[in-house]
């Protein structure tokens, strides 16, 4: 299969030159070829190169894609935690609105959100994953890219706009970040959750970083994740990490008290009243854990705004 380079020049600052600094071999995610992590000698942006061929990206997140074989109990927990540092910090109880989440998966988020009163529409290119998400869950949920969203249904908007765990997976990044100023008005509200390209992580474990797969096309750093949104209309109002420990601790799966499988509907309201408590991420531990200062945790988290003055000035 032929792969495809990436990143020259810079999707981000034009820069055509870049440092490399790992080689894997990824022997148990269907790819075996090696890929090169190197980081753009201009804005720091580190990509995987050579990357699957855009024709074959769909295949790569069919039933076999690892994050689809979780229990729905686990995943309930997991996107509880998501929503107290994303949409539960750019939109806080008891607001509701309306919300679009673009790489939806199985509909767990958006489940959660639905249960609480909110308005909802998924993406998800896996078509699995997408007829998963509205037989179980009953979450709208269009299968395809955002970008054939845009196509199809070219007048919608939305006030809220969540990418969680998605924008290192796009082909290009300058596109989708276009695609995601059409579906948004001003005002809008963008909530974006990624692996940190500037995680300690990376010094300390190398090329074996779980942020390291074939899967990952691109890892942001703050400052040029920023650049890129602004430059299409989006003003950063904040932005941190979180796993802000270089040993972060995992959720455990979800159980009973005898040790056995929690049931989905169990976690699923135990989830939603998590999300609906009266604390917040920035009073956990892990919002004030080592990393966290210099923004050098494992993941990063960037809530923007859709700004008419910054549009404007980007449209000169």
């Avoid at 909802?120 to 290119?125: D, P, S, V, Y």
């Avoid at 942020?211 to 920023?226: K, R």
Wanted: with cysteine.
């Amino acid at each position: 299969m032929p792969l495809i380079d990436v990143n020259r020049p810079c999707c981000i600052c034009g820069t055509d030159t870049s440092t490399h600094l790992f080689t894997n071999t990824y022997k148990k995610k269907k790819v075996v070829a090696p890929f090169h992590m190197r980081k753009c000698n201009g804005c720091g942006l580190l990509f995987c190169s050579p990357r699957i061929p855009d024709d074959r990206i769909s295949d790569y997140y069919d039933e076999t894609y690892y994050v689809f074989h979780r229990p729905d109990a686990d995943y309930f927990f997991k996107s509880a935690d998501i929503c107290r540092r994303t949409v539960g910090l750019a939109v806080p109880p008891p607001e509701r609105r309306d919300i679009v989440e673009i790489g939806s998966g199985k509909g767990y988020l958006l489940a959660l959100l639905k249960d609480m009163g909110w308005r909802i529409q998924g993406i998800e290119l896996a078509a699995n994953a997408a007829a998963y998400a509205q037989e179980q869950f009953a979450v709208p949920t269009y299968c395809g890219t955002l970008e054939d969203f845009t196509r199809d249904q070219p007048d919608r908007r939305f006030p809220i706009i969540a990418c969680i765990d998605l924008i290192e997976h796009v082909t290009d990044p300058a596109s989708f970040v276009t695609a995601l100023a059409s579906i948004s008005a001003p005002g809008s509200l963008l909530v974006i959750d990624t692996p940190n390209g500037q995680a300690a992580h990376i010094e300390t474990e190398g090329g074996a970083w779980r942020g390291f797969n074939p899967y990952h096309i691109y890892l942001f750093n703050p400052d040029n994740l920023t650049h890129l949104l602004e430059r299409h209309g989006f003003l950063v109002l904040r932005s941190f990490t979180y796993n802000n420990h270089l040993q972060p601790q995992r959720r455990a799966p979800a159980v009973n008290p005898d040790g056995s499988p929690m049931a989905a509907e169990e976690a699923r309201m135990r989830s939603r009243a998590l999300c609906l408590a009266d604390d917040t991420y920035f009073d956990s531990e892990d919002a004030s854990a080592p990393l966290a200062a210099d923004r050098r945790g494992e993941n990063l988290v960037l809530i923007a705004v859709r700004d008419i003055e910054t549009d404007r000035n980007s449209k000169q």
